[in-house]
Each structure stands twice: as C-alpha cells, then as structure tokens.
C-alpha cells in the first residue's frame, strides 16, 4: 500500500487517478488547499496532518505502507516571501514528523515534490540537476531544505528517495473530470482560460522587455498526467531497489514565453484575450526550462504531452469545472 500525502491537491489527485490501476493507495490531506472530491474513490481518504503524529501514527498502524508520496505544502512563492513562519512549520518542520514517523515505523521508501524554485535565477538555457541551487524566497528554501534532510536521512537511517523538481504543471486530466483548482490562482495557464471564460476582467503580463524572442518570459510547462507518469516510475525504482538517493528535474525541455502561451489559448479556445502589459516582478527570472535527459536515460521518461495538449485538457476541465 502507498501513502500519498497531499493526495487530494491538483498534482497529488492526479497522481492518485493513476496509481489507483496498480496498487493500494491511502491518501492524507487536511484539504487546506485540496478537494476531497478530487480524490479517486478507489482510494482509501484520511483527513488529517502532516505535521500530526498521531494522525501518521494511526495510517502507520493500520495500513502496510511501503512507500510514501509527499504532495503536501504551502507553494504561494509571494506569501512564503510575508509569511516564511507558515512555510517552515508546514513544508520544513511537518514534512520531518513524517520522516520521524516513517523512520519509527522502518518504511524506507519516500518520493518527495521539489520545485525548479530550488534553483534561483540559474544563467544556463537549460538547467539540469547539476546546476547549482539557490533559492531566492522562503518557499525554495524551505524545499532544498527537505532535499538536505532526505540526504542525511538516507545516510543515516538507510531511507531511500527521489526527490523530483517540478517545472510548471499544467493541464487536467484527459476525462475532464478532475484539474487545476487553486484559490487564489497564480499560475498562468488557468488564468489566461478563466479570463477567456469571462470569469476574471484581465491577464496582466508581468514584463515585456526580457532579453527573450518576444520580450515575455520563457517557463517550462508539463503536463499533470507526465508527471504522475514519472511518479510511478519512480516508485518503481525505490521499489525495485534500482535507485536509493536520487534527484531528477521534470519538465517538458521546452520553453514557452508568457506571449506564445497566450497565442496558443487563444488558438485552442477560438476566442481572444484581454491582456495588459505591467511591470516585471521581483525575482522573475526571464528563462526557466527544464533539461529531464537524466531521468529519461535512468528511468525512461519523457513528457508525452505537447504545450496545446496540456491547453487543450485544462480548457475541457474549467469549462465544466467541478470544483
Ligand atoms: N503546481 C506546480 O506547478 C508545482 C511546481 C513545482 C512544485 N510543486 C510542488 O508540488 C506539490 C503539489 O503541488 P500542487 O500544485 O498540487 O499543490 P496543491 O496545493 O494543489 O496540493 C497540496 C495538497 O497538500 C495538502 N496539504 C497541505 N498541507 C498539508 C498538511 N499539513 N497536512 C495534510 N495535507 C496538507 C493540501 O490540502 C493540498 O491538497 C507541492 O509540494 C508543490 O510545492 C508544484
């Protein structure tokens, strides 16, 4: 049986959807931020927290757990940057009482959702694992941290880990049944179809003299059901024993600027966009795209899903959006 902790959030709930054909899955969420109908009713739902021994304690007991998935956490990067309190408690000091509990119950086997956060402002055009890490807000921070923690952990105690960084995650599942839904939403592609759909007045662009083709930022989108993709191979490599302390970007090696996005939303959609341009954001950096070659060649993975796929599922999700 596998653990999945966050499993009711966007990224978790569709990592749940797939894991659910192959194995036994008990989800924890204290639904702060996730939906309980997101959930796959295949799944077993434990509400309750991280940071809660005796709700670790209780799941530890009464399932055989092999492995844990560990979705949950704050990731607003503005908020962390006002309120580090709230992003240290629950992405740092919660995540160790699970490792503590796991450690006390002898369950090995952890993969862990890390972000390109980790990596600051990288000078490189494509950023690989090699590329140092540096941070610029509290939200990154308190994931490397985590990394560092799994590192000594592994070490000491015999833990085995993937930690996978995250590039932009995007899109919804196929069926349209389940998909984004963040509040407040900060991520682009949800924003530009929820004003497409009437639903907010503007899309703002946040800077529009980068040093990029068209002056916008360039970002790296994967799509949801890639990821859970990769999720699993990964579990399979703990599991088989072929990986013990591992690190792998995820992302789509492609990068699109904020302008091409919105041109492809537009085209998807048939309809036009009301865009204004704003000033650029502090600890924007102009290009973020993901180099996942080591994970291909280790695990083979490679994102299946292009930039209108991923445009094409999440319009179907938030047309009919469920929750
Ligand atoms: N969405 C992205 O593009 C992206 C990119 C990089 C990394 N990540 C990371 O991936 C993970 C999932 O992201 P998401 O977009 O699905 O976020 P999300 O907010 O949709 O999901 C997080 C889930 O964790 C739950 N949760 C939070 N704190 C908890 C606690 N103390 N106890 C129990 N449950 C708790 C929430 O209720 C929610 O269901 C996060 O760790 C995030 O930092 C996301």
């Not at 949950?72 to 309190?85: I, K, Q, R, Y």
């Not at 972000?115 to 490397?144: C, F, Q, R, W």
């Not at 954001?281 to 291909?296: C, H, N, Q």
């Not at 292009?306 to 599922?313: R, S």
Request: hydrophobic residues 40%; aromatic residues 8%.
């Amino acid at each position: 049986m596998i653990l999945v902790v966050g499993g009711a959030g966007y990224i978790g709930s569709h990592l749940v959807k797939e894991l659910v054909e192959k194995e036994e899955v008990v989800v924890l969420d204290n639904l702060s931020t996730g939906h309980r109908e997101s959930v796959d009713s295949r799944a077993i739902f434990v509400k309750g927290d991280l940071g809660n021994e005796e709700d670790l304690d209780m799941i530890f007991k009464s399932y055989p757990i092999k492995a844990v998935m560990h979705f949950a956490a704050n990731s607003l990067v503005g908020e962390s940057v006002t309120d580090p309190l709230k992003y240290y408690e629950n992405n740092v000091a919660a995540t160790l009482t699970l490792l503590k509990v796991m450690t006390k119950f002898k369950v090995k086997n952890f993969i862990f959702s890390s972000t390109a956060a980790a990596y600051g402002i990288p000078t490189v055009e494509m950023i690989d694992e090699t590329t140092p890490t540096a941070p610029i807000n509290p939200y990154g921070h308190s994931k490397l941290m985590v990394e560092q923690i799994l590192a000594d952990f592994s070490k000491a105690y015999g833990l085995h880990y993937v930690v996978l960084r995250y590039f932009n995650a995007a899109g919804a599942h196929e069926s349209g049944v389940i998909g984004e839904s963040h509040d407040p939403e900060t991520h682009l592609i949800p924003i530009i179809l929820q004003q497409l759909l009437g639903q907010r007045e503007k899309i703002s662009v946040f800077g529009s003299d980068y040093d990029t083709k068209d002056g916008t930022c360039i970002r790296d989108y994967i799509h949801v059901t890639d990821l859970a993709a990769a999720h699993i191979l990964a579990l399979e490599a703990l599991l088989e024993g072929k990986k013990t302390a591992e690190v792998y970007n995820l992302g789509n090696g492609l990068g699109f600027s904020v302008k091409e996005v919105i041109e492809t939303c537009e085209k998807v959609t048939g309809k036009q966009a009301n865009v204004e341009m704003a000033d650029r954001r502090a600890g924007d950096p102009a290009r973020l795209v993901a180099s996942s070659a080591k994970i291909d060649s280790e695990l083979g993975w490679k994102a299946q899903r292009n930039l209108e796929k991923i445009i094409v599922d999440a319009w179907n999700w938030h047309q009919n959006q469920r929750y």
